[in-house]
């Protein structure tokens, strides 16, 4: 099962990922920008799925359509 990201690139456990769009958190009132670089992605059963931590935000779903492997 390969995880991809929105370039078709294979992620792996580990890897660090930019946005590329701005995304509103579900939640909060916080909005990650375009660009935000994500560090650590770690990897779920979903392969549209990712988990990773933020500053701000413990527990971060991103689904991969919206990231690209820095």
Known sequence: MD??????????EGDNVT???????KGTSE???RG???KGIHLT???DEVECRHAKIK???LRTE???KA
């Open 45 to 47: 059963d979903n392969p």
């Open 36 to 38: 935000t670089m994500i």
């Open 66 to 68: 919206f990231l690209k």
């Open 19 to 25: 946005l590329v769009k701005d995304l509103k958190v």
């Open 59 to 61: 527990g971060l779903v």
């Open 31 to 33: 909005t990650l920008k």
């Open 3 to 12: 995880v991809r990201d929105s370039n078709g690139t294979i992620l792996a």
